[in-house]
């Protein structure tokens, strides 16, 4: 005998359904099992057809319809056949209706339009672990944003938080010995945000860094010459693009995006 088969009916693209199976599967060490999805369904006879092969292999049936008469209608016919059924979103959304009072809009494939701010946020996601830390200046022109400042400013902390935003985000980290990439200087400045931070909070931050990964305060990377160096010369590039600038020292990654989106909002307003 063959592996225990379910079939996974939908009306859309049946992508609810598989993973309520599969979930529900996971809990059983008996495995492994097959399913089987078969999607779009617009008519009783693809109901029909599913259930003579589900007859025929011994196999289960889970469903999402949100059109009541499918439900209905594979809901009998599946007991005519003696088939175990199951409908994994009709009951909810009748609790909803009866709890709501609230008519449903009986529209398959309307989770699969929410989903594109999913795919809007992986997509920014992505971009950001892409573009990080100045590794392919191409990504500034693209970018929504362009973080600009020193190492840990907490740029890329920032650059995936405004990624769930939905934002494209480039970060380009500042060093005194290393020209900044010349997209930097062409891209519209109000897409670009410097990264302030004060110099002793810095050289904490720093040293800190180099305690975790198990190396002595003294390095030049905490060193206070070297730190108003690198500030200095954040302070020049920033003035040559003529960019937005925050303060980070004392800001939470959280804090210092709620102040950029509000900036983006106040910009497309003007």
Do not use: W
Request: aromatic share 6%.
């Amino acid at each position: 005998m063959g592996k225990p088969l379910i079939y996974v009916l939908s009306d859309s693209v049946g992508e609810t359904a598989e993973l309520v199976v599969k979930a529900a599967l996971s809990q059983f060490d008996d495995g492994p099992f097959d399913l089987q999805r078969i999607p779009y369904v617009e008519d009783k006879g693809t109901i029909n057809e599913a259930l003579v092969q589900a007859k025929e292999q011994g196999a289960m049936v889970g469903f999402t319809f949100v059109i009541p008469e499918f439900r209905t209608y594979l809901l009998e016919e599946a007991k005519k056949y003696d088939i175990e059924c199951v409908d994994i979103m009709g009951p909810m959304m009748e609790s909803m209706e009866r709890h709501f009072n609230l008519e449903p809009r009986l529209e398959p494939g309307l989770v699969h339009k929410l989903d594109e701010d999913y795919f809007k946020r992986v997509e920014a996601i992505e971009f950001a672990v892409r573009y990080d830390d100045g590794r392919d200046p191409r990504g500034i022109a693209k970018a929504d944003i362009v973080l600009i400042g020193v190492s840990r400013t907490s740029k890329t902390p920032l650059s995936q938080y405004l990624a769930h935003k939905r934002l494209k985000v480039a970060n380009v980290p500042i060093v005194p010995e290393v020209e900044p990439p010349a997209e930097l200087y062409r891209v519209d400045p109000d897409k670009c945000i410097g990264l302030k931070i004060s110099a002793e909070k810095l050289n904490d931050i720093r040293k800190e860094r180099l305690k975790s990964l198990g190396l002595g305060a003294q390095a030049s990377y905490a060193n206070m010459n070297r730190i108003h160096q690198e500030i200095e010369h954040f302070n020049r590039v920033v003035d040559r693009i003529g960019c937005h600038v925050i303060d980070v020292s004392n800001k939470a990654v959280e804090e210092t995006a709620n102040v950029i989106t509000n900036k983006l909002r106040q910009d497309s307003q003007e």
